[in-house]
């Protein structure tokens, strides 16, 4: 039995990372350039990690394997160089705790920027950012039907 990788629509992945980094941007979110005082330098920017824990969550990704599998199929989507090389299966599970992002149960930032993915957790975390559980189904996931009212509006919406 071989595993897959739900598919995402290539637009909502470019769209959803230009409006995260402009939110980034306005929002003069720091980017660290260490892994601690003494560390060293970050071959991968924190906003790549968090762009990938945003995804995890579209495609209800269940394991840390299942969320680098996800990161490879769409790294020429989400690279900010070309030439960088997939972040390892461990490197990005090391990142992804760091940011408090496990399968199952996202970041605080990701439902704080994109409730509609709320419904895609766990029913207890949905119902603590205030989302019913029928919300946010089918949000962005290619295909979609148009005009559904989901989809990459996510960071744009939070710094309104």
Request: proline share 9%.
């Amino acid at each position: 039995m071989s595993q897959t990788v739900s598919k995402l629509n290539p637009q909502w992945i470019t769209h959803t990372r230009t409006e995260f980094l402009r939110f980034l941007q306005a929002t003069q979110f720091p980017h660290p350039e260490r892994n601690g005082e003494r560390g060293s330098t970050f071959e991968y920017p924190e906003w790549l990690i968090m762009l990938i824990a945003i995804l995890s969550v579209k495609c209800q990704v269940k394991s840390y394997l299942g969320i680098h599998r996800l990161t490879v199929q769409y790294w020429p989507l989400l690279t900010p160089d070309p030439a960088l090389k997939p972040i390892s299966e461990s490197q990005l599970r090391e990142r992804l705790k760091k940011i408090c992002h496990a399968p199952g149960r996202p970041a605080a930032f990701v439902l704080q920027l994109f409730p509609e993915l709320a419904a895609r957790t766990s029913p207890g975390r949905a119902r603590q950012w205030g989302q019913d559980d029928g919300e946010g189904q089918g949000a962005g996931v290619a295909p979609q039907a148009k005009g559904s009212g989901t989809g990459a509006q996510g960071p744009a919406r939070a710094g309104s």
